[in-house]
């Protein structure tokens, strides 16, 4: 066959395409939207609205996590162009703007296509690894409701250089390396933290890994010589429990030798307060139908105490029957009325001034999914069993996934791991169809599911409406604008 | 809502959509409210962890 080329160019050595391939600089990029003319549009699927007592309208996307507020005159024509019929449009003014945040889509975008893109591009990252060490699996405290049996005190030495060397294998792939520790009371095996935390800072240091680190405590040996330590250490996320009043938490809350904690948490935390470093405290009240009475003066004590300082934020957990020795004798609020209480509690804070831990605003894709259900998430307790769930630990044979090796390997029972870590919102025609798919992955629990074969659901879905009128209406102040995040869900792939 | 069917009713989403082809973004939504979120800055927690 013949190219017409007379011969001249060698065109089994070289493509005759190449005499067109012009002068050898880039072509201007092609557009990566069509031409603006006219595009069909629809809403959303991940839409949720609300609307305000002085009627404004309220959107919030859980796809793209944005939100927005329209004044009430506004709202009729943005509802209409919200409909579900669709209509045909330029993407200019209003559309371009609501399309920008996601709440407008063109016709023909599959959402949930871009759910499972989303889903897997974090879920199965190889180069993160989150581990939350049982420093001590012992702890100071014998707390009414816990779950957990103490069987074992501070983490074995060869467990600690084991994770070590593991750290030390996988470091050069990673991007990201996370440090939860956790317990029993993880300053209890303090001796571990000190002889890991400094490891981890250097290590992903020197490889210039994200490193990030925090600590659930009770907050009881969180004395000022260790808060120096710990924040030097890059542990600069905390959670700590405080159940009220000083007489309700010390029923809840007290030492295992019978005494009060109460007094000495808050006066580490005063003392947290001098210092200069950039840290949180998410201070957590778990409540229960006596504590609860006197939510008020509680709120009191931290506005007076820790009020002025927004590193501490607050957070509020009914207490539940979660699988301890005491749960027959618990008294715990009903299901009917946990989240109004919840609701109240957090008006009133906000209305001091308080900063609260979870607002609607640090809502995004994947924020609601369970760290058990990832892949790249162990929980390594004191004598080397790898465990993906906190509350089951080691109770549940499921949970216990595999063991350490003193050579720094992770040896893994495969099934177990892919039982904990399964996309499970793909078999569950509740979760493909809910609003906040995007929010839970569906995984906002496995071990619900696992317990109960149902839809582990993440209390969002049922307050989400609420949550946006307390984000518009229950605000003290305005939030100074946050850096801008991009927004396009293959991007929102980064996990600390 | 008995308010946003009628319009609803009476207009064309085409017809808003002209409307509002000119209106700036800032004059359209509280610019003060409106808040991409936050990112990825914590691991999520199981609600019932303790310690």
Sequence with gaps: MSLGLGGKLPVLQRSPLDLDAGDGEAPPPPPITAAPGEVRWLPSRYNVRAVTSDGRLVLWNGLRGTMSVFPAAQRPKIATLLGQKGFAAPPRGAVKFLHERGFLIKEGTDEYRRIQLGFGQEHYRTDVLQLILLASEDCNFRCTYCYEDFARGTMQPWVRTAVKKLVESRIGNLRSLSVGWFGGEPLYGFEAIEDLAPFFVEIAREHSVHFGSHMTTNGYLLTPDVAAKLLAWGIVRYQITIDGLAEDHDRNRPTRDGQGSFATILENLKAMTERTEDYTVDIRFNFDPQNSRSYREFLDIIERELGDDERFRIRFRAIGKWGGPNDENLSVCGVDDIWGMEREMKREARKRGLTIAEELRQVHMGSHACYASRPYNFVVGASGKLMKCTVDLDKHDRNVVGHMQPDGRMELDQDKLALWTEPAFEHDSKCRKCVILPVCQGIYCPQIRMDTGESPCSPLRSQVKHELLEAVEGRHQVVPPQTPQTTEVQERVFVE | ?51
Excluded: Q
Excluded at chain 2, 22 to 35: I, M, T
């Design chain 2, 1 to 51: 809502l008995a308010e946003e069917k009628a319009m609803n009713d009476k207009k064309k989403p085409e017809d808003v959509a002209k409307e509002l082809e000119s209106v700036a973004a800032d004059e359209l939504a509280d610019k003060d409210l409106e808040e991409a979120s936050g990112g990825l800055e914590e691991v999520a927690t199981n609600g019932n962890c303790l310690c």
